[in-house]
């Protein structure tokens, strides 16, 4: 059932030369340029929010119960190791990250223009170097605490570590962060991914090297095969050698730095993501699984430029 992505990949492979410089020019745009935060402080106002401290958060609300909830969440969250240490440990960030965390869709949705997401993240880029400045929430998605506290922490870590560079590849951003998350909310990622191989929908790794953001239509796969590429390196070579990876990617094409850091080709690191769903795919897939949506998000990341963030 593997061999249809592999088969397409091969033949992608085949004008590599064409393909590689898709990659290219589409992966260098690969962060979103967060223009909602202006509109947010007046569409309605946030006077009535109340903080709630952490150690190193401030969650602003109106449902006390839930900022302790999503405080507790974002703690532990930080806590914990992503990918064998890429994102290390932190049990003090030595300053507070501000958390929004608006209670329905509609006012998440008109504050912060991420329409169509559950969550978003925040920095501020100077050269190289990001910030965090801000985690936006929405307070009514299911997968809070489970999957996207975590998960836009994740990006918020990402951008603050010596990981981060402009020429980050979406699927290694969205990896990662998607890497943070529980396990059961991996879980249903891989299953949907399965669900997606059996009716031959899966994207080949070009595919996915070539998005250069997640995309509107089938966002929850691509955050899916996202995982799969990135677990499938770093259970076959080590975070250390992702971090090589990605560090290469920074002045070389995505292709390049394959062959340079791994050795290998895009059609290899499907093989890696075939393997890693094998392996992962929850085997009760189909039975008891089956009556749950699985809880994704649908979120947007953004990088504000230096400067261009007003509501800094
Ligand atoms: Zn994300």
């Known amino acids: 059932m593997a061999k249809r992505m592999i088969s397409t990949a091969r ?31 007046r569409s309605f106002s946030t006077d009535a ?3 709630y401290r952490t150690r190193n958060f401030d969650v602003k609300n109106e449902d006390p119960e839930m900022a302790e909830r999503v405080g507790a969440a ?30 329905t869709t509609e006012r998440f949705a008109a504050s912060t223009d991420l329409e169509q997401s559950g969550g978003g993240s925040m920095a501020k880029v100077s050269g190289n170097k990001a910030k965090a400045t801000k985690i936006v929430l929405d307070a ?5 605490i489970e999957s996207i506290v975590p998960h836009e922490l994740a ?27 529980s396990e059961d909310s991996r879980n249903a990622r891989a299953a949907l991914m399965k669900r997606a191989l059996d009716s031959e929908e899966l994207a ?13 239509e089938n966002r929850s796969l691509f955050y899916a095969e996202a995982y799969a590429a990135a677990a499938g390196l770093v259970n076959a070579y080590g975070s250390e050698k992702f ?24 059609v290899d690191l499907e ?14 897939e189909g039975g008891t699984r089956a009556d749950g949506e699985p809880i994704f998000i649908k979120e947007g990341s953004g990088i504000a430029k230096a400067g261009g963030n007003p509501d800094q």
């Open 11 to 41: 033949t992608l492979a085949g004008t590599a030369t064409l393909a590689v410089a898709g990659v290219v020019a589409l992966f260098l745009p690969a962060v979103l340029p967060v223009t909602g935060l202006n509109a947010a402080t």
């Open 271 to 284: 093989d890696l993501m075939l393997e890693w769903l094998e392996a992962h795919v929850p085997k009760d």
């Open 204 to 216: 080949g790794a070009l595919e996915l090297m070539a998005t250069e953001n997640p995309p509107n």
């Open 155 to 181: 990006h918020a870590r990402f951008y603050e570590s010596d990981l981060y560079h402009n020429n980050v590849p979406s699927w290694v951003s969205e990896g990662i962060a998607v890497a943070a998350e």
């Open 140 to 144: 009514s998605q299911p997968g809070l």
């Open 74 to 103: 974002l703690e532990d969250a930080l806590s914990r190791p992503v990918f064998d240490g890429l994102l290390p440990s932190v049990d003090n960030l030595g300053r507070v990250i501000t958390v929004m965390l608006y209670p």
């Open 243 to 266: 971090a090589e990876f990605i560090a290469a990617v920074r002045y070389k094409s995505q292709t390049d730095a394959l062959v340079d850091i791994y050795g290998i080709q895009p």
């Open 49 to 51: 929010f109340e903080s």
